[in-house]
């Protein structure tokens, strides 16, 4: 499925590039052509060439800009609002090979881009950057938007708290250093109509899946939350046995027998489109109901969030070791629990999970489809389990130790101050909140009471 919006060749129309305009940027010349418009004489006049200023500064940034590294290698780099069939293929192409997070798949971005409500928050900013000879190098799929009165770029698609690494060439992860990336972002202010007072990259790893992130160096603010992941064995059984207590064995049978008791169990991934799209609306009811019992915002409450997660899930490659996995566990028919995540060969990385309030929930039917979908992975030469960001008892009962993810910061303006210190706080204060489960459920229930509702169950 295609989504997005194609782009296409925008002719010149009556621009004059007879001056060029000359930058000094962190001790690196900048060129940038200017355009040069006559003024208007009428409200129209003025719409005219408004309209015809944009084309050419849309025309300017879709053009390859030289780049100097440090160690001597030089790129070239092109900026882009819309994601056309050439940025399709190079990140294609970049993610033929290890590291891979779903983030950083050209069918996830392009979902992102899809979305109806995505002018009203800012502008996509994509970059694309090949070497001197034409060799895809790297792609930053960005986001500008203005936040406490500064413009501000970030990862597109931050909201899913997704694991972020940009599709990189091994040779470019190994060049590039965290000067070359500052130096970077400052020329790219200088191009970007209005620019940028600051960067801000969340929740970005160090090393995933045995590869350097570049975009991450430097950076000293671990982010609220950590990544979990578990190695998983070809023999599920053994994998049970060695990270369970016998005692937490027990306990596991006995609330399986008192889920066998509620009804008749039927536990399956979907095949179908119409089977996906029953269990995704099952999961956007279950988490709805749970963020109400909460007083907790719910993001599903946005259509096009509720799109995005369709559409995504449903453009990507459906092969014998990559697609989406979306499952369900039924009780006399009736869907109690959802886990939804995509595989991508040896990885499986899981998006979202709910269950129903019901009193099935008793029985922790979460948990039991967990260990089916595990079992069925482990059986399908699957051998990582990522349980995604965020601390949760499901996770550390499977002894998971999180991978730190990181925050990293570059500001070009005194204004963007205010809001980077706001941002290191409540992540701080956040992180601190999640690494005391006590203090953390504390609160989690004086919010609920604050807003006229139950503690939620356990």
Known sequence: ?????????????????????????????????????PAPSSGMARDAMS???????AEHAATWQP???ENGARIELRISHTLDAAGLAMIATLREGPPRTLFSSPEWIEAWLGRGDLARAGTPVLIFARDDEGVP?????????????????????????????????????EALTSSDIERLFAMLRSLLDGGFDAVRLRNQPKNWAGASNPFAAGANDAAPNGNFERALESDYAALYES???????RNHARQRRRLHEAGSIDVSIAETDAEREEILAAFFAFKTAQLEQIGAANPFACSELRTFYRRGLASLPQTPTMGPVCAGLRVDGVLVATLLGVRDGE?????????TLDDVARTS??????????????????????????????????????????????????????????????????????????????????????????????
């Open 347 to 355: 990885r499986f990385t899981t998006l979202m999970s709910a269950i």
């Open 1 to 37: 499925m295609a989504l997005g919006v194609r782009v296409t060749a925008t002719p010149m129309r009556l621009v004059s590039k007879s001056r060029a305009a000359h930058s000094q940027t962190n001790g690196m010349t900048v060129t940038a052509e200017r355009h040069i418009v």
């Open 51 to 57: 309209e015809l200023a944009r084309d050419a500064a």
């Open 137 to 173: 190098a790297f792609v930053l799929p960005l986001f500008l938007r203005r936040t406490g009165g500064a413009s501000v770029l970030t990862w597109l698609g931050e909201e899913t708290f997704a694991v972020q690494f940009p599709p990189c060439a091994k040779a470019m992860r």
């Open 243 to 249: 990270t369970f207590t016998s005692r937490e064995r």
């Open 365 to 458: 039917p979460g948990q039991q489809l967990l260990e089916h979908v595990m079992a069925d992975l482990c059986a399908r030469d699957v051998r990582v389990f990522d349980f995604g960001p965020g601390a949760s008892q499901q996770k550390l009962r499977w002894n998971m130790a999180p991978v730190t993810l990181y925050d990293r910061t570059y500001i070009f303006h005194p204004r963007a101050w205010p809001v980077v210190l706001w941002g290191r706080a409540t992540s701080g204060l956040v992180r601190r909140l999640k690494n005391n489960p006590t203090l953390f459920r504390t609160l989690s229930s004086l919010r609920a009471r604050v807003m006229g509702r139950s503690r939620p169950k356990t």
């Open 67 to 69: 780049f100097a590294l």
